[in-house]
């Protein structure tokens, strides 16, 4: 089996950018909110995606230190 790390850190990357265009284009256009304020709101959401990428990446790893595959 491959190592997943090199594809999870890409998800979490594509998550973060995704959150951040996703989340300034709410705040902004649904939410009539000034540019400072979209782009606060999408770095936040992207960071807690990608932050959650992250979190998926440790506990699969914990997983297989505790039960290696023979």
Aim: hydrophobic content about 55%; glycine content about 18%; cysteine-free.
């Amino acid at each position: 089996m491959t190592d997943a790390t090199p594809r999870i850190i890409v998800l979490a990357a594509m998550g973060f950018v995704a959150a951040f265009l996703l989340g300034g284009w709410l705040t902004g256009t649904v939410g009539g909110a000034g540019w400072g304020v979209s782009l606060a709101m999408a770095a936040a959401l992207g960071i807690a995606g990608a932050g959650l990428q992250l979190l998926l990446l440790a506990v699969r790893r914990r997983e297989q230190l505790e039960h290696p595959e023979g």
